[in-house]
């Protein structure tokens, strides 16, 4: 069964750096999504990407984020100057038409 | 904004006690999701429903979406202790096309062998 792909699955950072987070959706999929979701907690939109531009995001993502999709395959999440807050697992998720989300295995981003 | 509520935040049972979950929406909805996350693991979708009134089996699950598709409900009959994990209602907000899903606060299923 096709897959979303992402990685790093654990990445550690100090306050203020860059971070990339990367996302390899399913190839026939037309609509791909972030997420996070802090530990316990439910599983919070961040922004959503269709046909090479933002469709909607959330009030979670400010000036620090942003996402790109390169070469028609890789999806990032890059997060410019990290804060303690940010800490999370990131979720990347795709999908093709009106149907159920396929959601990567995540990255959990550690800011320290 | 549109909200999504689930209830109850968690459910302790023994193996092979049933178990429900709802969901309830403040607006009206054209679908809404389920979705299972194990322990550790990433949401995985489990269903969608459509209908007004509609109910959905899989094996020992069952899905019912309300008449007024503002509510939703998992039941899981004679739990398994692979059923354990959080149990996410999602349902679509925004244009049709570009729609992000809205999450519930989920159910965290727990099951005593």
């Known amino acids: 069964e096709p897959e979303v792909t992402q990685t790093p699955s654990h990445q550690v950072t100090q306050m203020g750096q860059e971070v990339i987070l990367r996302c390899v959706p399913i190839?026939?999929?037309?609509?791909f999504y972030w997420y996070r979701q802090i530990l316990g907690q439910k599983v919070e939109f961040l922004v959503s990407?269709?046909?090479?531009?933002?469709?909607?995001k959330s009030e979670i993502f400010d000036d620090q984020f942003s996402v790109e999709r390169p070469d028609g395959s890789n999806f990032t999440l890059k997060i410019r100057s990290t804060k303690l807050e940010d800490s999370a697992m990131y979720f990347c998720?795709?999908?093709?038409?009106?149907?159920?989300?396929?959601f990567g295995s995540g990255t959990r981003l550690t800011v320290v | 904004g549109q909200q999504v509520m689930q209830i109850p935040q968690y459910q302790h049972v023994q193996e092979g006690e049933d178990f429900t979950t709802y969901c309830n929406s403040s607006?009206?909805?054209?679908?809404i999701q389920w979705y299972k996350q194990r322990p550790g693991g990433h949401p995985v979708f489990l269903i969608q429903?459509?209908?007004?009134?509609e109910v959905k089996k899989q094996k020992r699950l069952t899905f019912q979406f309300g008449e007024a598709k503002k509510n939703s409900s998992l039941h899981i009959t004679a739990t398994q202790t692979t059923d354990v994990g959080t149990y996410f209602c999602?349902?679509?907000?925004?244009?049709?096309?570009?729609?992000?899903?809205?999450f519930g606060q989920g159910t965290r299923l727990t099951i005593n062998p």
């Open positions: 998720a795709s999908r093709r038409f009106s149907y159920g989300y396929t």
């Open positions: 607006t009206t909805l054209s679908n």
């Open positions: 190839s026939n999929h037309l609509y």
């Open positions: 999602a349902g679509p907000r925004g244009i049709q096309g570009a729609q992000k899903l809205v």
């Open positions: 990407f269709y046909n090479n531009e933002i469709s909607e």
């Open positions: 429903l459509v209908k007004s009134g």
